[in-house]
């Protein structure tokens, strides 16, 4: 007998995880068919895997891109549905039609549907950091308490989740897990003189030497807030403490993560850089299945190496430690903050280095110990941290 397929929406589908998603899932259609695609502008691109993935929903970011994709699917025969907006992301993210969402939209727009995916206690494959970041233990409670099933997709996450043991995924630190090694490229600056940090463009900033991915998260490598939002996801994620997620800085990128034991072993996960690994684990999981990644040669590797983050070079991180150990709305903060920065160095309104300083004088005026109880409050205290970093790169 065969097994039924199992029915995906891929949210974010036109991005760098979304379409390594696509070209995992199009490499086993007998396992697998999509039910909902989204994106928020590329029409074009959306089209072409419609035609390709023949979702029953499309759903794209506004009711001008909506009328564009719906005629030009007519025009081809599809009979793809097209909605737009957040609350037809969080329809197709929680539908009955659907068993597992790839949560792929980056930063805080991601948020609403990967809660909603979770409240309809789906297999929820997460690859936006930033949702957990800012919802922290609301997410994790929508997990537990719907029955939804969360796998990490962010590769370092991924890599601990099959370090971990089987039956402890969460609080492995009460189970002989003593710490968990995250494990960070450094990105395309880790040897630049510091004093010359401030004058690197988008494009230095965004040509990260080992991964392909989008430009935001790309230039939160190049300042490491990438991994100081991955220290908070992992905090969440395992339930472990700030105190034992320990950053290493291995350039070739080759071990995605450890977990050291108390008895001395260290386990770690190894593959080439290539996110359909994660993806293809968190589809297949229990099982295993191929992902179209070439293997992994160690001899042609040769020298792995290691070192120890420098928060001179990196305030990111640091900041990102802080706002954990502070706990409450922080995070939120932090993310909506660095979110806002970003973009202003993308669009070449701030320079690199007045990222972290947006971040960290954001932190100082809105920083709130408070704890979190409802999404409505996050959301509040990410409007206002975006109010001020706004200011702040007007000034
Ligand atoms: P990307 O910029 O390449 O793609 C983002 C996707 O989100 C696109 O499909 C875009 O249309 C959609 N989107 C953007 N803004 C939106 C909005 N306001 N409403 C609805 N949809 C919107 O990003 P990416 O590199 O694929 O990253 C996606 C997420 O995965 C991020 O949270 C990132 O941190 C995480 N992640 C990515 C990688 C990677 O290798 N790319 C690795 C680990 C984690
Ligand atoms: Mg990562």
Redesign the pocket.
Known sequence: MTARRQVITV??????????TLDVLSRHPDQYSVYAL?????VDQLLEQCEKFQPEVA?V?TPESALLLQKSLRSKGLKTEVLYG?KA?CQVAASEKCDAVM?????A??LA?ALAAARAGKKVML?????LVMSGQLFIDAVINHDATLLP???EHNAIFQCLPFSHKRFPHQHGVSKVLLTASGGPFLHRPVDTLDSVTPEQAIAHPK????????V?SATMM?KG?EVIEAHWLFGIPASQIEVVIHPQSVIHSMVSYIDGSVIAQLGNPD?RI?IAHALAYPDRMTSGVTPLDLTRIGTLQFESPDFVRFPCLKLAYEALETGGATPAILNAANEVAVQAFLDERISFRRIDYVVANVLDKVMTESAVTTIDSVLMHDRAARTVATDLILQ
């Open positions: 949210l974010g589908s036109t991005g760098s995880i979304g379409v390594s989204t994106a928020n502008r590329h759903v970011g957040e992301l949560a792929a939209i980056v930063g727009a991601g549907p690859a936006n950091k930033e949702a997709i962010d590769s991964w392909v991915m989008g430009r935001k998260i790309s939160d990438n939002l996110m994660p």
